[in-house]
Structure formats: structure tokens, C-alpha cells
């Protein structure tokens, strides 16, 4: 099928052909956080385990250490910054600074922004102004940290299937269908969390600066997408994440096709024995326990404020991972290091891995044989 022609078909029709289930193979080979993920000493979380109030030095340093983690460790993906300033009701008339990082891994023959839909992994990194020393592990220290490792670990695959792809012809000059213009980003926002009280005005700060500005560029003449916001085929955003037993259900009608994709993957991940926390069985406990929501269901999309608002009101696509009921911890002290649950956090970071991998179409392209090594060690490490 012609490029032209395949862009006239329905975006839902357009992203779900493309969409190669994983082997149970590249499914055991996705790796686990490792110590990645402890509290005290583990590269990805740790770091980001401290308040973090936009415009203190708190912030600086966990966005010191985003940005450092991409250029140390994936620096084939593109890191830009959005700012804004923006009054508070607690900076007395002062302007706060707001800081969005992107993080871009788009096709290497792709030709600018206007040409690449992208799936848009999300999470925000700033914590909460009160109560004094907050540090918000599951709000969202710990989404952040899922979504660097997922990064990480669909990152060599990427590689091996868009070198695939141009020794066949598929790359620069050779485009004959929308898998050849599919990227994937990392959107880590700032000021999320209201600074007094919860209102349209005292939340969301980076996320609604930067859907006005992607809403406002418009991409040059004959791109395929209009403005960077047009190019998100699905903004899949992490929150509220790292407590045992959470329950997230299927918000949006208009999505519930790629939670089901979600779902999926988690059944089966836990009959591979990949998952770690208590509820590993296939028989007990599912994060996601909506697949067979019907139509006529109950959807709470309307009812659940968070990062996509501002997204999802100029009409982007979204798939919410926030569990209902919200944790116990929530907006408490208490939602630190200590109560997270380590096993239930690494499992939301094999599965959102899961669905990117799937997403961008990445069967064949992981080292199933180095896999089956590390699955060894990680069973023995279960097994201490």
C-alpha cells in the first residue's frame, strides 16, 4: 500500500496494522530492573526518592539525573526541553519555572518531526509542595523510573529492526507504508501537583504549556502531521504506581482496544512467571481487570485530572494508568521508598516495556539467547 493512501485510512485502522504480537521468546528475554530499582543505592529510582518542588534545587538535580541517564545510556535518542514560567499561590507574584524533558528515538531516515507518529510514554517528576518533605515515590518517582528502564530496554531492538529495515530497502527512499514513520518518546513533565489547592489553574503546569505549544507549531508544508501534538498516536501515561495489588481500570472507550493489548501482555507475562510480586499468579490479581469491559460499561475517564487533560482536550489519544482507588499513601508523607512495593514496581516496568516493544513492532529484534541467560540469574536472584 502507497504511503498516500495508507494516511487516508481511520487512525485506529492505520495503528492496528502494524501490530505484531511478541513471541513468548522476546516476552522471557525482556529484562527486569535488577537493583535498578532499590530504594537506597539503585541507579534509575533512588536518585529521583526526594522532594522535588519545581523551582528548587530539589528538581534541578532529579532533572540533572533524567538527563543524564539518556545521554549516558541511550544517546541515539534526542533530548529537547519545553519551558515556561508561571505565577503560583504560593510564589507571592513570583514566576516559577517549569521544565518538560522529551526524549526522542524517531526512525534515522526520518526527514523532521512532521513526518513520525510517535507513541508518547509520560509520567511527571515534580513532587508535591506540602506536606513538608514529600518525596512521592508512587507520585511519580517510581513511573519515572519504569518508564527510563523501558526506554533502556527496547532501545537495542529499535536499533536491529530500523538497520533490518534499510538493508531491505525499507529506510530513505524506500517508504511503502506508516511503519517506516513510527518513533516512540519520553515526555517527563514538570508541576503536575497544585501548589495550594487542586484547581484548573494550580495543577498541570508543564503539561498544559506544553499541549498549547505542540497544538501552536506547525510543522512544515507537506508533513504528514500537522503540529508535534498531531503526531501522538497514543500518550500512554504512568501514575500513581508502585503500591501492592493496585487496580487500574480501562478509562476511555476510545482506547480500551490498546488497554486490551495491555492486558494481554500481563496475562501472559504472569503465565511466564516474569512477574514478581505477590499477585504473580494468573489466577489471583490483575493490574488491569477491564479487558472485557463492554460499551455499555462504566468509563471514569472524566473523573481522574491528571497530565493528559490538557492532551486528550485537543484530541490525542490516551491510555491512563492511575489505579482506582488511588494508594493509601496518596498526597501523605508516607509516600516514600519505604512503601513501595520493589516487586509490584518492577512488574508496571516489565509491562509498560511490553506494550512499547509491541507497539513498535519489535518481534525478532530482541537477543532472545542472551535472554535465557539473564532469565537464569534472575531466577536465582528471586530464589535469594
Known amino acids: 500500500m502507497k504511503l498516500q493512501a495508507f494516511l487516508l485510512l481511520p487512525a485506529l485502522l492505520r495503528r492496528s496494522i502494524a501490530y505484531t504480537l ?11 530492573p535488577g537493583d535498578d530499582f532499590d530504594i537506597h543505592t539503585g541507579k534509575l ?35 529537547t526541553f519545553q519551558n515556561s514560567t508561571s505565577t503560583t499561590p504560593t510564589s507571592n507574584g513570583a514566576e516559577v519555572p517549569f521544565r518538560n524533558l522529551i526524549a526522542t528515538r ?16 509520560v509520567a511527571h517528576y515534580d513532587s508535591k509542595l506540602t506536606p513538608e518533605g514529600f518525596i512521592g515515590a508512587t ?11 523501558a526506554a533502556r530496554s527496547i532501545d537495542a531492538a529499535l536499533t536491529s529492526k530500523w538497520e533490518a529495515m534499510a538493508a531491505e530497502g525499507l529506510g ?13 518518546q519520553v515526555l517527563l513533565l514538570d508541576g503536575e501537583e497544585a501548589f495550594n ?50 487496580t487500574v481500570p480501562s478509562y476511555f472507550k476510545t482506547t480500551h482496544w490498546a488497554y486490551r493489548h495491555m492486558a494481554d501482555l500481563e496475562s ?36 481522574v485530572e491528571d497530565d493528559h487533560i490538557p492532551f486528550m482536550a485537543r484530541g490525542v489519544d490516551v491510555l491512563h494508568l492511575i489505579p482506582t482507588p488511588f494508594p493509601h499513601v496518596w498526597h ?43 532469565r537464569m540469574r534472575e531466577d536465582e536472584r528471586t530464589e535469594l
Open 22 to 32: 511478541l513471541s513468548d521468546a522476546s516476552l522471557q528475554s525482556l529484562p527486569s
Open 45 to 79: 529510582l533512588a536518585p529521583i526518592l526526594r522532594p522535588r518542588v519545581p523551582g528548587t534545587p530539589g528538581s534541578e538535580a532529579v532533572l540533572f539525573h533524567l538527563v543524564d541517564f539518556f545521554a549516558a545510556n541511550l544517546p541515539q535518542w534526542k533530548l
Open 106 to 121: 524517531d526512525p534515522p531516515w526520518a526527514k523532521g518531526d512532521g513526518n513520525v507518529g510517535r507513541l508518547a510514554l
Open 139 to 149: 507520585d511519580s518517582a517510581a513511573p519515572c523510573a519504569m518508564l527510563l528502564h
Open 172 to 184: 530513505e527512499g524506500g517508504y511503502d507504508g506508516i511503519e517506516e514513520h513510527k518513533g516512540v
Open 197 to 246: 489547592t487542586w484547581t484548573h489553574t494550580d495543577s498541570l503546569y508543564g503539561a498544559r504549556a506544553l499541549a498549547e505549544e505542540w497544538e501552536g507549531t506547525i510543522n512544515p508544508a507537506m508533513s504528514t502531521y500537522q503540529t508535534p501534538l498531531a503526531s501522538i498516536d497514543l500518550f500512554l501515561l504512568l501514575d500513581l504506581l508502585g503500591a501492592a495489588e493496585p
Open 268 to 303: 501472559r507475562l504472569r503465565s511466564l512467571s516474569k512477574f514478581r510480586s505477590a499477585a504473580a499468579s494468573s489466577s489471583q490479581h490483575r493490574f488491569l481487570n477491564d479487558a472485557d469491559k463492554k460499551d455499555s460499561g462504566r468509563w471514569l475517564g472524566g473523573l
Open 332 to 374: 501523605r508523607i508516607e509516600d516514600d521508598g519505604e512503601h513501595l512495593d520493589i516487586p509490584t514496581v518492577e512488574d508496571w516496568a516489565l509491562l509498560t516495556t511490553a506494550f512499547a516493544a509491541e507497539w513498535m513492532d519489535l518481534e525478532g529484534h530482541f537477543d532472545t539467547a542472551n535472554g535465557k541467560e539473564r
